[in-house]
């Protein structure tokens, strides 16, 4: 009722909201555009909030298959829009695209909420117990993503005033570095999170603390290298992805030195996704909301005095984000302390686990810049095939290093994310 009701109420007022507050910067024509574009999305949240729905109930009966599927579907309906629609419809076909993926986000999910004996029957009762739980916890959640949306939109209003280009800049670099944070923070914050709130429920915190402390150390084993060797490779991935046809090598340049101010807050933003998912399990959706909306109060000032003011572009905006992320993930670690016991740097061996995958990720770099140099591989000079040729050895090389360099330094989370990966492949299977 809330996504219909808010979805009617946002088309309603799609054009001003365009015109003040989306795209100040933009001509009357591309903002025209914009709204009916808009209109036409805003279907899709009530698709995508359906499919949320279904993803809890899975994920509390831990079911993960088809919530993790879903994602997937949603983009394939995307690309399919891309590839069928546009030619008939033009960049409205895009936008039908999403309709059709968040339509899809949800219906694939039925049949798992069926095979888990789920028998729904409409009703409205605001005096059910659970439901009354649920609606104290997710006050604070609202405005947390509220404040999230209002970022997003803050740094688009800003990117309009930018140099033409700048805010699909952003995005391409944004959409590359969010790549890993999906597979990994995002998997080890779904999977662990109805563990933790179970634990919480028998009263269990030392067990909920070690849940925590060995999906941050399996996290951060898998982000650190991540985000050194996307830094690294940083240019080829670019070119790899998305220099093609009206997309030239000044865009690439362009884009890899957003995502270079990308990777330094990459390790933040995924923490953040499971250290949140703890206060969630405490009951505590408040704490997170809080210092959610400061860190947002801080981004707005500090992207524009580096986009606008010093004239740093996307790349300020980037570095905003990273720098204000990393504060977020430092106030609330510290306030996690506070509400479990023992949680500092201290709970299984977790100064060891990040020294250890610091040291194995500065040698994966060492090793790729050494890549890099003896091929030469300068997208200035290179051509796509060798910029693709150069980000698959280079994958593969620094994948083959890390894990020599983790194995070496006998990391415990080397067994554990490589146990992760093959439970994960043996669920599907």
């Given at each position: 009722?809330?996504?219909?009701?808010?979805?009617?109420?946002?088309?309603?007022?799609?054009?001003?909201?365009?015109?003040?507050?989306?795209?100040?910067?933009?001509?009357?024509?591309?903002?025209?555009?914009?709204?009916?574009?808009?209109?036409?999305?805003?279907?899709?949240?009530?698709?995508?909030?359906?499919?949320?729905?279904?993803?809890?109930?899975?994920?509390?009966?831990?079911?993960?298959?088809?919530?993790?599927?879903?994602?997937?579907?949603?983009?394939?309906?995307?690309?399919?829009?891309?590839?069928?629609?546009?030619?008939?419809?033009?960049?409205?076909?895009?936008?039908?695209?999403?309709?059709?993926?968040?339509?899809?986000?949800?219906?694939?999910?039925?049949?798992?909420?069926?095979?888990?004996?789920?028998?729904?029957?409409?009703?409205?009762?605001?005096?059910?117990?659970?439901?009354?739980?649920?609606?104290?916890?997710?006050?604070?959640?609202?405005?947390?993503?509220?404040?999230?949306?209002?970022?997003?939109?803050?740094?688009?209003?800003?990117?309009?005033?930018?140099?033409?280009?700048?805010?699909?800049?952003?995005?391409?670099?944004?959409?590359?570095?969010?790549?890993?944070?999906?597979?990994?923070?995002?998997?080890?914050?779904?999977?662990?999170?109805?563990?933790?709130?179970?634990?919480?429920?028998?009263?269990?915190?030392?067990?909920?603390?070690?849940?925590?402390?060995?999906?941050?150390?399996?996290?951060?084993?898998?982000?650190?290298?991540?985000?050194?060797?996307?830094?690294?490779?940083?240019?080829?991935?670019?070119?790899?992805?998305?220099?093609?046809?009206?997309?030239?090598?000044?865009?690439?340049?362009?884009?890899?030195?957003?995502?270079?101010?990308?990777?330094?807050?990459?390790?933040?933003?995924?923490?953040?996704?499971?250290?949140?998912?703890?206060?969630?399990?405490?009951h505590d959706t408040a704490t997170p909301v809080a210092v959610g909306v400061v860190?947002?109060?801080?981004?707005?000032?500090?992207?524009?005095?580096?986009?606008?003011?010093?004239?740093?572009?996307?790349?300020?905006?980037?570095?905003?984000?990273?720098?204000?992320?990393?504060?977020?993930?430092?106030?609330?670690?510290?306030?996690?302390?506070?509400?479990?016991?023992?949680?500092?740097?201290?709970?299984?061996?977790?100064?060891?686990?990040?020294?250890?995958?610091?040291?194995?990720?500065?040698?994966?770099?060492?090793?790729?810049?050494?890549?890099?140099?003896?091929?030469?591989?300068?997208?200035?000079?290179?051509?796509?095939?060798?910029?693709?040729?150069?980000?698959?050895?280079?994958?593969?090389?620094?994948?083959?290093?890390?894990?020599?360099?983790?194995?070496?330094?006998?990391?415990?989370?080397?067994?554990?994310?490589?146990?992760?990966?093959?439970?994960?492949?043996?669920?599907?299977?």
């Amino acid at each position: 009722v809330l996504l219909s009701l808010g979805g009617l109420l946002l088309g309603l007022l799609a054009e001003p909201l365009v015109g003040a507050v989306l795209f100040p910067g933009r001509p009357p024509e591309q903002q025209a555009l914009v709204v009916d574009l808009t209109r036409i999305i805003l279907l899709s949240p009530l698709f995508m909030g359906l499919g949320g729905w279904a993803q809890g109930i899975l994920n509390a009966r831990q079911h993960f298959t088809m919530p993790a599927l879903a994602p997937v579907f949603y983009n394939l309906a995307i690309i399919a829009g891309a590839l069928f629609l546009v030619p008939v419809f033009g960049v409205y076909g895009l936008a039908w695209g999403v309709v059709a993926g968040a339509l899809l986000h949800v219906g694939v999910q039925v049949p798992a909420l069926v095979r888990t004996g789920m028998r729904w029957t409409p009703r409205l009762n605001l005096r059910d117990e659970g439901a009354g739980e649920v609606g104290r916890l997710i006050l604070p959640r609202i405005a947390g993503q509220a404040a999230f949306q209002v970022n997003i939109i803050a740094m688009t209003a800003i990117a309009s005033f930018l140099a033409a280009g700048s805010l699909a800049a952003f995005n391409y670099a944004y959409m590359i570095m969010i790549l890993p944070h999906g597979v990994f923070a995002m998997s080890l914050a779904t999977t662990t999170f109805p563990t933790m709130a179970s634990q919480f429920a028998e009263g269990d915190l030392e067990a909920l603390r070690g849940t925590l402390s060995r999906a941050v150390r399996v996290l951060l084993f898998l982000t650190i290298p991540a985000a050194v060797g996307m830094f690294v490779l940083r240019e080829e991935l670019v070119a790899t992805l998305f220099q093609l046809g009206a997309f030239d090598v000044q865009d690439t340049q362009t884009v890899a030195a957003s995502l270079g101010f990308f990777c330094i807050g990459l390790v933040s933003y995924a923490v953040v996704e499971v250290v949140t998912r703890a206060f969630y399990a405490l009951h505590d959706t408040a704490t997170p909301v809080a210092v959610g909306v400061v860190t947002v109060v801080l981004n707005l000032g500090l992207a524009w005095l580096l986009a606008v003011t010093l004239a740093m572009g996307t790349n300020g905006l980037a570095l905003s984000l990273a720098a204000t992320t990393t504060l977020e993930m430092a106030l609330l670690w510290v306030l996690l302390g506070r509400k479990l016991p023992g949680w500092r740097l201290a709970p299984g061996g977790m100064v060891r686990s990040i020294t250890t995958s610091l040291v194995a990720s500065g040698v994966m770099g060492v090793a790729l810049w050494g890549l890099l140099a003896a091929s030469g591989a300068l997208i200035s000079t290179q051509g796509k095939l060798e910029a693709i040729a150069v980000t698959v050895v280079g994958v593969a090389i620094g994948a083959v290093v890390y894990l020599a360099a983790a194995k070496l330094l006998r990391s415990e989370e080397l067994d554990q994310a490589v146990g992760l990966v093959a439970r994960r492949f043996r669920r599907r299977g």
